[in-house]
């Protein structure tokens, strides 16, 4: 049977794209809330006895949670033969520890609750720290994608002589395969996290890269304040305005013009999570993995 994709709210657009690709269906599903904030689900496509991956990009996650686990509940209850989720950002994977005493672990928190509500997982890029691998901490079968071939593929076609720079040292390996893939060198700077808005950069020597663009790249781009003291930096050292790259775009607050004002040159992300700065588009990579795991 022909697998069918139902998207949450917002995420309709990506729905179309991979439908299109994988030659699945595209479900509705009626969400609204009632007076009182609950919310009202519906399925207005049968599900029964049908695979289901539902598409839903997990940024701003606290008020996209509760519909997407009812939905999945739903879709279970009404018969489907599998239910999993498309989730090209993945939520709540940077508490991973207790930094200080009686903290949450939220990672490990968030992601049994959606190992309880799904059969499956595909998402792109998590950004595991101290972890090694989502199956560390989900339960169901995860399939973890890379957007590391589309930003080099974009790198060799819209940038010329790229200097990649990658935000600190646990980027090294990330941003090394990436500038490899593009045929470019690459530097990583050293970054020092004081608080949630307070980073410190260190920038090393530069004067031998002054003719070429730099180009940092980054999983996350949320506040944006490690980029943007970074181009400050660049730009002071002589640098031409750097291409800030990021996988997931989230951009809190004003972190989008604070680059932009830092002295960027282009802002690209990927549609990951929908941005006007989406410049490489991830339906292609998801449609295949996602198909792969529907049709098992």
Known sequence: MTPLLVPLPGNEHLAQALAQAMDAEVGQLAIRRFPDEETYLRYDTPVAQRSVGLVCTLDRPDDKVLPLLFAAAAARDLQAARVGLIAPYLAYMRQDRRFRPREAITSNYFAKLLSEGVDWLVTVDPHLHRHTSLAEIYSVPTRVLHAAPLISEWIRRDVERPLLIGPDSESEQWVAA???????????????????????????????????????????????????????????????????????????????????????????????????????????????????????
């Open 178 to 296: 990436v500038a490899g893939d593009a045929g470019a060198p690459h530097l990583v700077l050293h970054k020092v996290r004081h608080g949630d808005r307070d980073v410190e950069v260190t920038v090393p020597e530069l004067a031998r890269w002054l003719d070429h663009t730099p180009v940092l790249i980054d999983d996350i781009i949320s506040t944006g304040r490690t980029m943007a003291e970074t181009i400050v930096h660049l730009i002071r050292r002589g640098m031409k305005p750097p291409v800030c790259i990021g996988v997931h775009g989230l951009f809190a607050g004003d972190a989008l013009n604070g680059l932009l004002k830092a002295g960027a040159g282009r802002v690209i992300t990927t549609n990951t999570v929908p941005h006007a700065t989406n410049a490489i588009d991830i339906a292609p990579l998801l449609a295949a993995d996602a198909r792969a795991v529907m049709t098992s």
